[in-house]
DNA sequence: CATTTTTTACCTGATATCAGGTAAAAAAAA
DNA sequence: TTTTTTTTACCTGATATCAGGTAAAAAATG
């Protein structure tokens, strides 16, 4: 069975590289090639694909939402994101948006056709790089991150349910007063200018729950 | 070669469940059983250990911290997360603290199979429940939940970054007056308190950015 | 057992948020 | 082109937050 492949890459220099890549491997034909997702989703409104590889730093439309609005209409296409640098919680996004794997453009040609062949089986797949970026934030990243005292974090959690230091106060039996206090040193703390952007990072950073 | 298997979870009938599926397993060698974190933590630090499997909801510790704090030690160490059921979020949390995979408790004795050896071979895996789960909040969930405007999401992305009304109308030239009207707005459109509340949700439903 | 961290609590004042109302351009959708 | 949504803007008052300072139990760590 030949799998009908689309690539879209704003970039024409790099569709003809994975072009070149992938036309070496068996059951994967190149259908189309598209530099912006708006002439993908009109592609695709009329013809078959199977396989969708997408760079996610795209003009107008980004990878994530156009993965998302494909999925909905489509959910047994595969989407294969793919990036030149990237950061963890993009990639999470992407899967978390239908996603079915995610590859650096500088993986290797095996790492590439892995990918591909897992991914057409069922498998969320990523490339070694995107492995080691995702479980990372262990060791540089989060080691100079302060944590929370128990009793911030039980505080940090009701601020993000919306509760008002008073509420939390008599949630947790605690004076307002008290309360009002740990609320400065949590911002103090990772050095916040309000709740807003210390429930951001808190949650960027899985420090919460 | 054979791998040195460690099982944690607070129900001592689901050891001897996944044990006894284990034991078929060629190259995987059971060498303790745990029911609680605390006395894995300890013994590894004088054991070898190849493989967890870890159910994550345990007393004490849960297993996303768990599998953060001996990720951090052994990063080699391939852990795999259980659970009866399962949602996104804590999937998604798993990964980001280091795991190589997540199976739910009712996978078959063949999802089971392949992920533990995918795992070892340095795949992250899921089993077929767990993929749907994560990329399924579009069909249902996310559907019924209205979206911000352009607008909206401008001024949502920076409330995020802690940026106070009169600095939001700073930055986009526009009246602190209308700056004010959106937060209302957006806050009254997701039936929000304040705005923690509001940037917490939208973060774990991905409307932001 | 000594030291450090955490948790508790109070006071004050400036500034910001939130909730209520209204309304008219501008842009997008039907 | 009409209708709807979005974006813009103003007014007021009650309440909440934030930043500054201080300090003493209680618990955890070394």
């Known amino acids: 069975m030949n799998y009908k492949t ?24 190149i259908v189309e090639k598209f530099e912006s997702g708006v002439a993908l989703l009109e592609y695709i409104e009329d013809h078959k694909v199977d396989l969708i590889l997408m760079d996610i730093f795209l003009p107008v439309i980004n990878g994530v939402d156009l993965c998302k609005t494909i999925k909905q209409k489509y959910p047994k296409m595969v989407i294969i994101g793919m990036s030149s640098q990237s950061e963890r919680s993009l990639v999470m996004q992407f899967i978390q948006n239908g996603g079915n794997g995610y590859v650096l453009k500088n993986a290797s040609f ?8 897992k991914a057409i089986e069922g498998e969320i797949v990523f490339s070694e790089e995107v492995k080691t970026i995702i479980s990372q934030p262990l060791s540089e990243e989060l ?4 944590s929370l005292s128990r009793r911030e974090r039980d505080i940090a959690l009701l601020l993000s349910q919306g509760k008002s230091t008073q509420e939390i106060a008599d949630d947790l039996f605690l004076s307002f007063l008290t309360v009002q206090t740990h609320r400065r040193n949590i911002l103090q703390k990772y050095k916040m200018k309000n709740v ?14």
């Open 6 to 29: 689309v690539i879209v890459d704003d970039h024409p220099i790099v569709i003809s590289g994975i072009a070149g890549l992938l036309s070496d491997l068996e059951n994967i034909v």
């Open 110 to 117: 095996d790492e590439f056709k892995d990918c591909i062949y």
């Open 143 to 146: 080691e100079r991150i302060p």
């Open 196 to 209: 807003a952007e210390l429930i951001a990072f808190l949650l960027k950073n899985n420090l919460l729950n």
